[in-house]
């Protein structure tokens, strides 16, 4: 399980951030993954809860 942003379409919510911040983190003003290792947070939570669907896992 892998989690994609597309900072194309991430408007900078911090959404995902709050529920996923052992693999997502701002840089700038998109969000972007900085680790595969979902075992600590709720990646299909945070695929939900962004407002713009940015975030996808493959």
Request: charged share 30%; proline share 4%.
């Given at each position: 399980?892998?989690?994609?942003?597309?900072e194309e379409?991430?408007?900078?919510c911090e959404?995902?951030?709050?529920?996923?911040?052992?693999?997502?983190?701002?840089?700038?003003?998109?969000?972007?993954?900085?680790?595969?290792?979902?075992?600590?947070?709720?990646?299909?939570?945070?695929?939900?809860?962004?407002?713009?669907?940015?975030?996808?896992?493959?």
């Open positions: 399980m892998k989690l994609v942003i597309d379409l991430c408007e900078g959404s995902c951030v709050e529920v996923c911040p052992d693999a997502i983190e701002m840089q700038g003003e998109k969000a972007v993954v900085t680790s595969d290792d979902c075992s600590n947070c709720d990646c299909e939570e945070a695929v939900g809860i962004c407002p713009v669907e940015a975030i996808s896992i493959e």
